[in-house]
């Protein structure tokens, strides 16, 4: 008889598209068919990565991206400031990026869709970076938007009363794999797992 769609269909279309098989096939003269349902598959999305309660949501109780966020209890700590959402229609499937700042700015509506069944938001880990050497708290942190060396500085405390800003080395991994070192300047960029070396002065 085959594999029966039903999804889209009442239980009694299903019940007609099962006989008319069982005749058309052979199988049974005048079947009488009746379908019983054990369990119903509500519509769902899931909300992944960090958040602080990952897995499915029933649609049931969201409406939009920022309802779903709510009932997985929020980004994590060491979440990132964006959201892929995931959503396959047609048998194609699209990635999109959401700023969450935004989402939650004045505006914030317009980017605040409709989420549909299916529909994934994932949330990534939070790029970070590392300072160690002469700084007061040596250690990794989070990096924020369009950040630069004097900004990463002051979140490992300033430099310690041995430290100086002549002698700052950026240790970055290039494209090719390679480890790049690199003198820095306090207006320069931080970049994804930079590490941020303060060396001792020597007067």
């Known amino acids: 008889m085959g594999a029966v769609k039903a999804s889209g269909l009442t239980p009694s279309a299903v019940e007609k598209d099962i006989a008319s098989r069982l005749t058309k096939g052979g199988f049974i003269v005048d079947p009488n068919v009746n379908l019983n349902?054990?369990?119903?598959?509500?519509?769902?999305?899931?909300?992944?990565?960090?958040?602080?309660?990952?897995?499915?949501?029933?649609l049931e109780k969201v409406s939009r991206i920022t309802d779903a966020l709510a009932l997985a209890r929020g980004i994590s700590a060491d979440g990132a400031d964006t959201i892929t959402l995931v959503r396959t229609q047609d048998g194609k499937t699209e990635y999109r990026e959401i700023s969450v700042p935004a989402l939650f700015a004045p505006g914030g509506e317009?980017?605040?869709?409709?989420?549909?069944?299916?529909?994934?938001?994932n949330v990534a880990r939070q790029p970070m970076f590392y300072i160690y050497g002469e700084v007061q708290r040596p250690g990794s942190f989070r990096l924020e938007q369009n950040m630069s060396v004097v900004q990463a500085l002051s979140m490992g405390g300033g430099l310690s009363p041995r430290g100086t800003q002549r002698g700052i080395m950026i240790k970055r991994r290039a494209a090719d794999g390679s480890l790049q070192e690199l003198d820095a300047e306090l207006s320069d960029p931080v970049k994804k797992d930079d590490v941020i070396y303060v060396k001792e002065s020597l007067f």
């Open 110 to 121: 317009a980017i605040n869709e409709l989420v549909q069944d299916g529909d994934v938001l």
């Open 37 to 58: 349902i054990v369990q119903f598959r509500g519509q769902q999305i899931s909300v992944l990565g960090r958040v602080n309660q990952p897995g499915k949501i029933s």
